[in-house]
């Protein structure tokens, strides 16, 4: 069993950056791809980025070149650089874990974590 918490976000101006953090508890983190999704009022969870258990990565169109995950696996601790936010950013921001079907769809997820709220002024 793998629980989640993730911390980092805040109120950014537009062009600025934000590291967000996720910190999964249990012993079998290494053992999964992890995902960030991210919310905004009256929209559906959209996918945000996806890292597998040997840090190959994918990304949204959207947040490409701006947007990193990345995992440390020895702190049980996943991680999403975002620079160049833009006030279309501003979300909760979420991370889970893989568990089936395509890397996109947040049905295929657990261990949602409480979110973090990400708030990019223009």
């Known amino acids: 069993q793998v629980h989640t918490v993730e911390s980092g976000g805040g109120l950014v101006q537009a062009g600025g950056s934000l590291r967000l953090s996720c910190v999964a508890s249990?012993?079998?983190?290494?053992?999964?791809?992890m995902g960030w999704f991210r919310q905004a009022p009256g929209k559906e969870r959209e996918f945000v980025a996806w890292i597998s258990t040997i840090s190959t990565t994918t990304y949204d169109d959207s947040v490409v070149g701006r947007f990193t995950i990345s995992r440390d696996n020895a702190k049980n601790t996943l991680y999403l650089q975002m620079d160049s936010l833009q006030p279309e950013d501003t979300a909760v921001y979420y991370c889970?874990?893989?568990?089936?079907?395509?890397?996109?769809?947040?049905?295929?997820?657990?261990?949602w974590g409480q979110g973090t709220q990400v708030t990019v002024s223009s």
């Open positions: 889970a874990r893989h568990m089936s079907g395509n890397a996109f769809n947040p049905s295929g997820y657990d261990d």
């Open positions: 249990g012993r079998t983190f290494d053992n999964y791809s």
